[in-house]
C-alpha cells in the first residue's frame, strides 16, 4: 500500500473517510440484515466496526478543532488496533468471539480482585454482577488450545501483527502508543527546541503531518471491508469500491492474510 503523506492526499482521504463513515450511519440506520448463520459473528464484531467508524469521526472533529498528532494519537492507537483486531477476529471466526469472552471474563476476574484489594464498597455488587455471567462451554483438547491461542494473540498486538506477516506495520502501534502513555514523547510535544538550544513552549502540541486522516480513511476501508460481507446484500461495497478507487487502490491488498 503506497500512499503520499502530502496535503493533497490527506484532502482526498478526509472525503473518501467522511463518505464512508456516513455510509456506516446509513447502514446502522436501516438496522441489520443478515444471515442466520453469521448472528453470533456479527453480533461479536458489530462493536469493534462501529467503533472504527465513530472514532475516525471524533478524530476528524477535533482536527477541525486545532488538535493535531500527539493529542489525537490515543484515539488513532484505538482505530489502528481495531480495525487489523477486527480482520483477525471475522477470519477465525467463532472461536475467535468465544477469545474476546474469555478474555473479558479474565479482566472482569482481576478487576473485582483489584476492587477487593483497594477496599471499594462496590466489590460485593460487581462480584455478584460476575455470578451471573454464563459459565465457558466445554471444549476438546484440540478446541482449548486454538482458544489460548487466540486470547493469547487478542491480548498481544505483535504477536496479532506477525501471524498476519505484518509484523512491520508493529512500529506504527508503538509510535501511537508512546503518545497514548505517560512518555518523553508526550512531555516534549508541547515543547520547540530553538536553532539557538533554548526550549520554548507551545500551546498546542506539534503538528506531525497529515498522516493520521490517511491512516483512518484506510481503516475505514479495511473495518467495512471485513464487516459489510457478513450483512446481507453487502450493503457498504458500493461506498467501498468507490473509496477504493479515489485513493487508486485497486488490486491492492487491503488486510493481510493469516500466515502462521
Request: one cysteine or more.
Amino acid at each position: 500500500m503506497n500512499l503520499k503523506a502530502d496535503d493533497a492526499t490527506a484532502a482526498l482521504a478526509r472525503t473518501v473517510a467522511e463518505e464512508l463513515i456516513e455510509a456506516g450511519d446509513g447502514v446502522v440506520a436501516d438496522g441489520l440484515s443478515l444471515p442466520a448463520q453469521n448472528y453470533k459473528l456479527v453480533v461479536g464484531c458489530y462493536g469493534w466496526w462501529r467503533l472504527v467508524n465513530r472514532t475516525c469521526r471524533a478524530v476528524l472533529l477535533l482536527i477541525d478543532q486545532g488538535f493535531s498528532s500527539p493529542e489525537v494519537a490515543p484515539l488513532m492507537r484505538n482505530i489502528f488496533n481495531h480495525a487489523y483486531a477486527l480482520n483477525w477476529l471475522i477470519d477465525n471466526g467463532e472461536p475467535a468471539v468465544d477469545a474476546v469472552i474469555s478474555a473479558g471474563a479474565t479482566a472482569h476476574e482481576k478487576l473485582l480482585q483489584k476492587l477487593k484489594d483497594t477496599g471499594w464498597a462496590i466489590a460485593a455488587e460487581y462480584e455478584q454482577a460476575l455470578t451471573q455471567q454464563a459459565p465457558p462451554p466445554a471444549r476438546t483438547p484440540a478446541e482449548q488450545a486454538l482458544h489460548a491461542k487466540l486470547v493469547h494473540e487478542l491480548g498481544n498486538v505483535h504477536d496479532m501483527l506477525e501471524r498476519y506477516g505484518s509484523a512491520e506495520l508493529y512500529p506504527v502501534y508503538s509510535h501511537l502508543s508512546s503518545l497514548s502513555h505517560t512518555s518523553v514523547a508526550t512531555a516534549s510535544a508541547y515543547l520547540e527546541q530553538l536553532d539557538n538550544g533554548d526550549v520554548q513552549i507551545r500551546p498546542s502540541a506539534t503538528d506531525l503531518g497529515p498522516a493520521d486522516v490517511i491512516q483512518l480513511a484506510i481503516a475505514l476501508i479495511q473495518a467495512g471491508h471485513v464487516f459489510s460481507p457478513l450483512l446481507d446484500s453487502d450493503p457498504l461495497r458500493p461506498a467501498l469500491d468507490k473509496a477504493i478507487a479515489d485513493l487508486g487502490l485497486q488490486g491492492v491488498q487491503l488486510l493481510p492474510t493469516r500466515t502462521k
